[in-house]
């Protein structure tokens, strides 16, 4: 076998992966209720011979599927979830399908897909060549709200693994050089007392008071943090009635800096916001964390080894697909899409890029967003990728990304990731050296500290949680 015979195979089978991408974006599912997308793939690998352990980590909706034996053993990172209010169809002008729907936003009906047509395309030919090692696809649940991987990874499910390879779809062809932020997932439970806010107000301790005050303090704490690192909020509970003093009022938080370290810093500073409210407004708080994903750490080699394979397979897209995307860029404002067009201009001008980019000003560089992809990149060497699956200037979580993974720019994009990672995961097998190198870099890397769960360990997947309440 060449590799040439497992580019073929993802070439035959096209069509078979394109459906499969496409039922998903036609049947969106939020965080930890994608039980639609999990069916599909389970199906398909099962049917390809792979055995399947569900309810991966305690998730309903995460599985694992395994072929071969033995080391080494590499993952494939796999992702399903959608995301509320995109819903869109494949229309460059805003036109829902579901009033207020969930829609594929962020391209997880592309991203698993990838993965499950990469791990059957190398298994349909590993015995030919007695390629040695375990292959496994790992079906990742909720990672929009950032906690299906950390729930996996308290669990041990990475902890045998020699490396994990990844994707996500993007503007652009290129390599993950640089490092996404870690985040804390957290809600403010402010308990008062209720009263008629006309008739006797003095008797009311208002929960919403605090909430609001809360957040103006963690309004003006946002002066005195680390550049790059964000606190963003919505008030979940805001009370029932304005004749009515709330005596129950909630706030959600998202917390990202540059490394867990500096989120665990920043979340103490939160919680004093909320501690110095509740005492303000004399009301009562209580904190629940619902995730903690930790910053990715990237893998030069892994990295430099996916690009190399992601530049034996050209990206072509057609007049048509052009014409599509200068028309779904006409609806974002010119700001936007020149500022975007400015990341890559040392490398392409084009709206659809079909260039292969190793970006090395990225290096060491942490971006906005966050994934939960880096809980795993702590426990093993992690290599990924983008792929151009929507035009250049097309912001993920909008409807304009929500339209082009439902297109043919998406699908083209996500058979580009599927070669590659096929491509990546036989070159591992074929030469283990490879691997061991990926290690050396990740023993230098990570030594910096020793990966422990961000998320609590009395914080259980949500259908857990559901489980104990019918019980």
């Given at each position: ?39 599909l793939q389970i199906a398909a690998l099962q049917n390809a011979g792979f ?121 652009a062809n290129m390599t993950s050089n640089f490092s996404m932020q870690a ?289």
């Open positions: 076998m060449s590799k040439t015979d497992v580019v073929e195979w993802l070439n035959e089978h096209e069509q078979f992966f394109t459906d499969m991408a496409k039922d998903i974006w036609e049947h969106p599912q939020l965080a930890y209720e994608e039980t639609h997308a999990v069916g055995t399947v352990t569900k309810n991966a980590g305690g998730s309903e909706t995460a599985f694992i599927a395994e072929f071969g034996s033995g080391s080494p053993v590499i993952g494939i990172l796999g992702e399903y979830d959608a995301l509320p209010g995109l819903s869109q169809t494949v229309s460059p002008v805003r036109e829902e399908i579901v009033a207020n729907g969930p829609g594929h936003g962020c391209g997880h009906n592309l991203l698993g897909t990838a993965g499950v047509a990469a791990v059957i395309a190398l298994k349909e030919k590993m015995a030919e060549e007695s390629l040695t090692g375990t292959i496994r696809y790992y079906g990742c649940p909720a990672e929009e709200v950032l906690s299906g991987k950390t729930f996996m990874a308290r669990e041990g499910v990475f902890d045998d693994l020699d490396c994990a390879l990844t994707w996500h779809p993007g503007t985040m804390v997932s957290i809600k403010f439970h402010f308990s008062g007392i209720a009263a008629h806010a006309a008739g006797a107000p003095h008797a009311g301790r208002s929960a919403l008071d605090a909430v609001e005050i809360m957040n103006i303090g963690s309004n003006y704490l946002r002066e005195h943090i680390l550049d790059g690192s964000r606190i963003h909020y919505v008030i979940t509970n805001g009370g029932f009635a304005p004749n009515v003093v709330p005596d129950a009022s909630t706030v959600w938080y998202y917390i990202r800096a540059a490394t867990k370290e500096q989120v665990d810093e920043l979340l103490e500073r939160v919680k004093k916001c909320a501690d110095g409210a509740a005492i303000m407004t004399e009301t009562t708080v209580r904190s629940e964390i619902l995730a903690f994903a930790y910053e990715t750490l990237p893998n030069d080699t892994l990295n430099g080894l996916m690009l190399k394979n992601m530049e034996e397979n050209p990206l072509f897209f057609t007049e048509e697909e052009k014409q599509f995307a200068s028309e779904v860029i006409a609806s974002i404002d010119p700001s936007i899409v020149a500022t975007s067009k400015q990341r890559i201009a040392a490398f392409t001008d084009d709206l659809l890029p079909t260039v292969n980019i190793d970006d090395q000003r990225m290096k060491g560089v942490s971006i906005g967003g966050s994934t939960d992809v880096g809980d795993v990149s702590w426990i093993t060497p992690v290599g990924q990728v983008m792929t151009t699956c929507a035009p250049v200037g097309v912001q993920a979580h909008s409807w304009q990304a929500t339209a082009c993974y439902g297109s043919s720019i998406g699908f083209k994009g996500m058979h580009l990731a599927a070669k590659t990672m096929a491509l990546t995961l036989y070159d591992l097998l074929e030469d283990h050296s490879l691997i061991d190198e990926a290690k050396q870099e990740f023993a230098k890397t990570s030594a910096v500290k020793l990966y422990e769960p961000g998320i609590p360990a009395d914080v259980m997947p949500p259908n857990q949680v559901r489980q104990l309440i019918h019980e």
